[in-house]
Every structure is written in structure tokens, then in C-alpha cells.
């Protein structure tokens, strides 16, 4: 019987009946502890905030199985050896399109216009049409293409772009060229690797049409914060909302909070549902048990 030691002690609560009934279901016979001697742990579930840093001594661990979208605040840590996942949940991807379709929405319909109308002024001017209203989104993974395919749904037409060349997708920087040209709403959700921290920087923002609005739920390095409060400054960014941050909380301190044309989200876009999540954890469970592939493998190479 395999030990699975639940490293997240500040998750436990969330988990401590999703986790078992989801490993019953997938019919596994499991030991789900939240302390074990090392040399006993079979799957560690972790999450970065989790106190167990030092992998070294789990030398019998088949896959460390990460309960965040995000693997930047682990993937450089030299102690991890073993296979590492990360989490892909429909109920993460169900809030994060959300979320998205959401803030699309507020600015492609001028919403603020309405609720914040203190000079009670009847503007008649209606909004385009979605389908008049190009939208970009940088990263389409799995969160990506969920919500591309959600505002296409809305008859938004959304232009995708990734690492690798795929159907429908733009990829390289020529790509990104193209992509940037037409984003009057622009969405990043590309994970933070060393090739994307300040991908949004003072020439990549200038290739915008004026006036585009930013929406970032991916990582708060993807985007150079001064390059963005210049182009706010000169109009050439419309309006940014934003849920990451290079340091979070984001502090009191900093111009965001105070910009008028910059929303701030407390990393709120998506949360690992439990309920959910717990099933991909346990299929993971499954397959190393059975000896087939894990899902959602990280490759520590590329960053993600
Ligand atoms: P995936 O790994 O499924 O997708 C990542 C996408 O980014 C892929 O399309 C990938 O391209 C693309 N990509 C990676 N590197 C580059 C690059 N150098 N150039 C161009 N494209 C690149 O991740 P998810 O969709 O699951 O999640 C994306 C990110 O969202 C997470 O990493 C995390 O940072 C963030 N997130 C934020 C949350 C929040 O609450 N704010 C919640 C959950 C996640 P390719 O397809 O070619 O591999
Ligand atoms: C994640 C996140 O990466 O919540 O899962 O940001």
C-alpha cells in the first residue's frame, strides 16, 4: 500500500475528505498521512507554501504532485530530483475562465462608464460588437485555450499564441509581432520561465493598438511594471487588471494600487478546487501504482 504524505499542512482541512473518497474512487488503497519518516513516502502532495524544502532524503518518492497551476517556486529547487506534476483542474480552469470572460467583458462594454457615473451623464454610445473586439491571449496552454475557447463562444476573435507551433496558434517572435498588432484586449497566461519574465516590456507594449487593455492572471514578472505605468501614463495601455504581482500581497506602497486606470485582483483568478483537484491527484496515484506515464509532467528544462 502506497504512503502518500499530504505535504500542505495549511490545505489539510480543505482536503482531508476530498482527498480519501477521491482515492476510494480511483480505487486506490492508499496510507494518506500528514507526517511520515522520509524513507517511507511513496507521493508527496505539495504546494509551494508547503515547510518540506529539502528533498533529499525521499529516495523512494515516485512523483512529487503539485496542488498549483504554477511550478516557478519549485522548479529550481536543486533537492527535487523526483518526477514532479503540476496541477491541470477543471475547477482551477472553471474559475480562471471566469475570471477572464469577466474582465473582458467589463472593459469591452465600458461598464466602469455606468457604475462609477457620479456626474449622472447619459452617454448613449453603445459598444462594438464582440466580434469587433480582437483579443490576444500569450500562453495556450491549458488555461489558455479554455478561455479562448470561452470568449470565442462570446464571438470574440481571439488570436493564441505559445512556445510551439500549433493548429490556430501563432508561436516566435514574429508571431508575437502578429499577435500584439490586433490585441485591443490582450490576455497573459504564460507561465514565469526566463524566457517570459518582461516579455511585456516597453517595445513589446508599444506593438499594442493604442489604447489596448492588459488583463494578467499569469505572473506578475511577465510584464515589466515600469515599462506598463509609462505606457498607462502616455495612453498607450488603456487599462491594466491584474491579479499577480512580482511581490505579493502587492505592497501599499506600490503605483499600481493608486493608478486610475490599473485594477488590482489579490491573485484571486483561480484557486485548485479540492473537490476536483483531489481526482488528478489520485489518477496520478493510479498510474504511478499501474506504472503508466503521470499526467501534467513538469519538464524542469523548459521551466514548466
Ligand atoms: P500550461 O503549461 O498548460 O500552458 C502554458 C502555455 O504557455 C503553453 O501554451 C506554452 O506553450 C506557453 N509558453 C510557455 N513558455 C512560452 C514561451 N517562452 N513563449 C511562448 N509561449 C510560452 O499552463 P496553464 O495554462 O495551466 O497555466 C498558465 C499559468 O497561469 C501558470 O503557469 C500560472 O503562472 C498561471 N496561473 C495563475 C493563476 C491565478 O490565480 N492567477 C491560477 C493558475 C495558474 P506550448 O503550448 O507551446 O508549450
Ligand atoms: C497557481 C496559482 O499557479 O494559483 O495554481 O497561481
Redesign the pocket.
Known sequence: MPTVLFAAPSLWPEYQEALPAALAEAGIAARLVTEAAPEEVDYIVYAPSSPLQDFTPYRRTKAVLNLW??VERITGNPTLTQPLTRM?DPG?TEG?VEWVTGHTLRHHLGMDRHILNPGHVWDPTCPPLARERPVTI???????SACAEALRALNFPVTG????A?PGCL?GPDGLREALSTAQTLIT?????P??ENLLNARTLALLPRGAVILN???GPLIDDGALLAALDAGQIGHATL??FRVEPLPQDHPFWSHPNVTVTP?????TRAITASKVIAENIRRGEAGEPFLHLVDRARG?
Not at 497566461?189 to 520561465?193: A, Q
Request: glycine share 14%.
Open positions: 497551476a504554477g491541470v482551477l480562471m500569450l500562453g495556450m496552454g491549458a488555461l489558455g499564441w505559445s512556445r510551439t500549433k508561436h497566461l504564460l507561465p514565469k520561465t524566457e517570459t492572471p499569469g505572473r491579479d499577480v491573485h484571486i483568478a483561480a484557486d514548466y
